[in-house]
């Protein structure tokens, strides 16, 4: 006669080996479809966004295409809007969202991460002839671009700032030259690759932050195989110089260092 204390062993046993396969369920669901599905904004250069013709491309795009051929299938990608992003890996409309999300306490609480794969600065951006805002505690009372839920925006809250809605980089900047808000915190490194194609654009950098973010790929939680998988890409793509040729491709330069 079997024991309580050895049918819950046995229970825990089973319990272990269910969640097991559990976690092994997104892994083993892209390698069958052959497809990763990726969630990106498609808006946001030079990470995601469309060339002059039409096709998707940008630094992000490139990394999401190499962490795929690395697990041994295409990628496939689902955009749409920045704030409607992780709702839809919530809703299952992909595996993953490779769209520079910052690895966050908040969001570590929900989310698994991938390991880092870039790290930016947030940079302060206003129009040419802004004279009044010369650092991050100068947008107390004025109006900052921004998507809603960006953390850029909850940097911009925290310093006092209006927050007026934007679908994304572009229009924040736009906004800016136009005179239509008075700044916008956004990334360092789009704001040199927008100048790159728009050197004439009435706009810069003020400020930048010295504390770096760092972006991960945002998965579901539970799921340590495709995290393990996800790491192991990222780190050949590392190492075999593919991630270096994507950064001078997109920056001009090895931005890692």
């Known amino acids: 006669m079997k024991t309580i204390a050895t049918l ?6 089973q319990i272990g080996f269910s969640g097991a396969a559990l976690a092994e369920t997104d892994l083993a669901k892209i390698q069958s479809a052959g497809v990763f599905k990726i969630g990106t904004e498609g808006t946001y250069p030079p990470f995601t966004f469309h060339d002059a013709s039409g096709a998707l491309t940008g630094f992000d ?3 999401g295409r190499e962490v795929a051929k690395r697990l041994k299938v295409k990628a496939e990608f ?3 809007k920045w704030d409607g992003l992780i709702a839809g890996l ?7 969202v490779i769209n520079q999300v910052s690895i966050t306490p908040e969001r570590q609480a929900k989310y698994d991460f991938s390991t880092p794969y870039l790290s930016s600065k947030a940079a302060l951006i206003v129009r040419d002839d ?3 805002i010369k650092t991050f505690e100068d ?6 671009a921004h998507t809603l839920t960006s953390n850029y925006a909850q940097l911009a809250r925290g310093y006092g700032a209006e927050i007026v809605a934007t679908d994304g980089f572009n229009q924040s900047v736009d906004l800016v030259a136009q005179g239509r808000a008075d700044a916008t915190i ?3 490194l789009s704001f040199l690759d927008f100048k790159k194609h728009k050197p004439d654009a009435p706009v810069k950098i003020v400020a930048s932050r010295s504390d770096a973010e760092q972006v991960g790929i945002l998965i579901e939680k539970g799921n340590p195989q495709l995290k393990e998988a996800i790491d192991k890409a990222l780190a050949d793509i590392k190492s075999d110089g593919t991630w270096q040729r994507i950064s001078v491709k997109y920056f001009g330069t090895d931005v890692s260092k």
């Open 61 to 63: 795009v490139d990394i």
């Open 139 to 144: 947008l107390k009372g004025k109006k900052s």
């Open 186 to 188: 956004n990334d360092n």
């Open 78 to 80: 689902v955009e749409g």
């Open 90 to 96: 919530d809703a299952k409309r992909y595996e993953a």
């Open 8 to 13: 819950l062993l046995a229970g825990m046993v």
């Open 130 to 132: 802004n004279k009044t």
